[in-house]
């Protein structure tokens, strides 16, 4: 199975500032890496997602980017955090090609305040 | 896009109970469905999957039942304990595991 390694685990940031957050995979290579934002503890938005090297899809627009500079690393970034921008994030991992176990790293909560 | 649709939002129930979770999907080419549970402040965990050539999954107190023609499937859980306590997620997926999740159940089971 996959390891998912994600930090910082907690941040507070002030409005403006600018967000880099974290997330390492072990134990596969060429994984599909996704970013998720969970709000108010409930749905989990997908952000952006990436099938390989600089391969970077985003689902919704914002504020944030990611990129993947190497093949199990995937960086959320922002230049200027917002309000709405707090919450959880999520960094997950499955096996390229093949449809099946989503492996989740522990999250960063982020307070934007 | 796949839209995927969770009911209820909140389950109470008995210790001993049973409780059901129901989801609905959109996109008939979906053929992988998994089921997450989240503890409050952790990371979601799969606990049980179903594929589309399948009806019926079943592990210990949980099962998982898929109907591709009503594109709905739902999670089972028996006899519940309070350590079932948590949110749970539903998710439908297609091709190379592009996952749209369900908004969560929320379920509290009282001693």
């Known amino acids: 199975s996959q390891t998912i390694h994600q930090w910082p685990a907690t941040l507070v940031q002030p409005v403006g500032s600018p967000l880099s957050l974290e997330c390492t995979v072990e134990?596969?290579?060429?994984?599909?890496l996704y970013w998720y934002r969970q709000a108010a503890g409930r749905g989990l938005q997908l952000l952006f997602y990436?099938?390989?090297?600089?391969?970077i899809s985003s689902e919704v627009p914002q504020n944030l980017s990611a990129s993947r500079p190497q093949d199990r690393q995937f960086i959320l970034s922002s230049k200027k955090l917002l309000l709405s921008d707090s919450g959880f994030y999520l960094c997950?991992?499955?096996?390229?090609?093949?449809?099946?176990?989503?492996?989740f790293g522990e999250g960063s909560r982020l307070t934007v305040l | 896009g796949e839209n995927v649709e969770q009911h209820p939002s909140t389950l109470s129930v008995q210790e001993g109970d049973s409780a059901v979770i129901k989801c609905t999907y959109s996109?008939?080419?979906?053929?992988?469905f998994p089921w997450y549970k989240q503890e409050l402040g952790k990371r979601p965990q799969l606990i049980i999957d179903?594929?589309?050539?399948?009806g019926e999954k079943k592990d210990q107190r949980i099962a998982v039942t898929l109907n591709k023609t009503a594109k709905h499937f739902s999670l089972h859980i028996t006899e519940t304990q309070p350590e079932d306590s948590a949110v749970y997620f539903c998710?439908?997926?297609?091709?190379?595991?592009?996952?749209?999740f369900g908004a969560g159940t929320q379920v509290v089971v009282t001693p």
């Open positions: 997950a991992s499955n096996q390229a090609g093949y449809t099946g176990e989503l492996f």
């Open positions: 996109d008939s080419a979906s053929n992988y």
């Open positions: 179903i594929r589309s050539n399948v």
């Open positions: 134990g596969t290579s060429n994984p599909n």
């Open positions: 990436s099938v390989g090297i600089g391969q």
């Open positions: 998710a439908a997926s297609r091709a190379w595991g592009k996952f749209q």
